[in-house]
């Protein structure tokens, strides 16, 4: 059973999200928030696999709520989900830095909307190829970190080939008929690659594979 937190200030937004997951039989609608703040206590509280948070809200932003999530210990099973009116908007690479998961624009088709709490759920990052090769350019700004360019020597190549491809916006499935080996080896590499840098998820490799040089706009 997929455990969800909603995070809204719009209770219509919540009811209309929670109606879709209330249909399904292997997700569990947990508890509702409407700020940031509710959401943290909650999510301490519950444990959810999957908190949906909108991104503008009282007394405590989704960025900051998501910031709060992942330097949590005990909220590590947790996958935050970035709720958005605009799309790739200037809060979303916030998000995304801050240790968002991925995102999904409010006006998803609802198929869709299921379909991407699964994903989020299974920890694979909610991040389109089209997405991630925009989100790489509106990091060209941002200088590189000498820190994490030495953290990546400790990837081996066929890791390093795995993170490169995670960033192209891959499922592991890809990765696997790309680098002519198995899922579970194409998984084992991503896996062990978010082990070595600190990763939290599949989102946050893809900064960090802009960050140190591994990928640029050019070779997406």
Do not use: C, W
């Not at 190829?129 to 820190?147: D, F, K, M």
């Not at 592991?172 to 939290?200: F, Q």
Request: aromatic share 4%; net charge negative; no cysteine.
């Amino acid at each position: 059973m997929i455990r969800v937190l909603l995070v809204d200030d719009q209770p219509l937004i919540r009811s209309g999200f929670r109606a879709l997951l209330d249909l399904e039989d292997d997700i569990e609608v947990v508890a509702e928030a409407a700020n940031g703040s509710e959401a943290l206590t909650l999510a301490r509280q519950y444990l959810p696999d999957v908190a949906l948070i909108d991104v503008q809200m009282p007394v405590l932003d989704g960025i900051e709520a998501t910031r709060h999530i992942a330097a949590d210990s005990t909220l590590a099973g947790v996958h935050v989900v970035i709720l958005t009116n605009n799309g790739l908007d200037e809060y979303v690479f916030h998000a995304l830095r801050a240790g968002a998961a991925g995102f999904l624009v409010k006006d998803i088709r609802p198929e869709d909307f299921l379909h991407s709490v699964r994903v989020a759920a299974r920890g694979d990052a909610l991040l389109a190829p089209s997405i991630t090769r925009r989100l790489i350019n509106r990091y060209v700004s941002h200088p590189l970190t000498t820190g994490t360019a030495i953290r990546l020597d400790g990837l081996t190549i066929r890791e390093r080939e795995a993170v490169t491809l995670v960033a192209k916006g891959l499922s592991n499935d890809e990765i696997a008929d790309h680098m002519v080996i198995s899922p579970l080896t194409a998984k084992t590499h991503v896996n062990r690659a978010m082990t070595k840098l600190h990763a939290r998820d599949r989102a946050q490799l893809v900064v960090l594979a802009y960050e140190s040089g591994l990928v640029t706009p050019r070779n997406l």
